[in-house]
Structure formats: structure tokens, C-alpha cells
């Protein structure tokens, strides 16, 4: 069955890095646009980054521009999210989204917090 699994989430300090990983399955991964979003506690999930299925055209929240790099392996059915110069307000649980056409598929998520 289709299968989403995100990982790489932790407890990290301001400034620092984390690699969250989107593991793939079910689906012919390489035709799905990835996306990358987050939720935070009392707000809603908002969209923080994109690559395309083929061309692995990239795009970013301005909030996390320069700081994070979305990329994908599609012979291994994983995407990646880098993420560097932490901030607290990126406190949230962090989620991989494939999307084809009217198709699309969430993983359950992966939690990070940013804090001393």
C-alpha cells in the first residue's frame, strides 16, 4: 500500500541543523511532485517547500529560504529536507507530502523543536 515515512525529527538548539528524510513506497515516486509542510501547535499546516517529479525544480517559503534545501533520490524513493540555522519558530511537526495531479499522499509526520 501507498507509504509515507518521515524521520529525522528531534530536539535541536537555535542554530543547529537537522536532516528530516521522506521515505516512499506504494507509488511510482519519481511522477510526484514532493512538497514538505509543517504545524505548529494552535496553527495551521502551511506549505514550506517543493520539488518537481522530473526536473527537481525547487521552491521555498520565504521564511525558510537560504536556511533549508528540499532534494529527492527517486532511484531510492526518498526526499529530503536540510535544515540549518534553526530557529525556534520552526518548532513544529514536520510533514512530506507526494502529490500527481489529483493524487496525494501524507506521511504522519516527524516532530522538531528548536529550543536551548
Known amino acids: 500500500q501507498v507509504q509515507l515515512v518521515e524521520s529525522g525529527g528531534d530536539l535541536v538548539q537555535p542554530g543547529g541543523s537537522l536532516r528530516l528524510s521522506c521515505a516512499a513506497s506504494g507509488f511510482t515516486f519519481s511522477r510526484y511532485d514532493i512538497n514538505w509542510y509543517r504545524q505548529a501547535p494552535g496553527k495551521e499546516r502551511e506549505w514550506i517547500a517543493a520539488?518537481?517529479?522530473?526536473?527537481?525544480?525547487?521552491n521555498y517559503l520565504d521564511s525558510v529560504k537560504g536556511r533549508f534545501t528540499i532534494s529527492r533520490h527517486n532511484p531510492n524513493y526518498l526526499a529530503y529536507l536540510q535544515m540549518n540555522d534553526l530557529k525556534p519558530e520552526d518548532t513544529a511537526v514536520y510533514y512530506c507530502n507526494a502529490r500527481y495531479y489529483t493524487e496525494s499522499y501524507w506521511g504522519q509526520g516527524t516532530q522538531v523543536t528548536v529550543a536551548l
Open positions: 520539488i518537481t517529479s522530473t526536473s527537481g525544480r525547487t
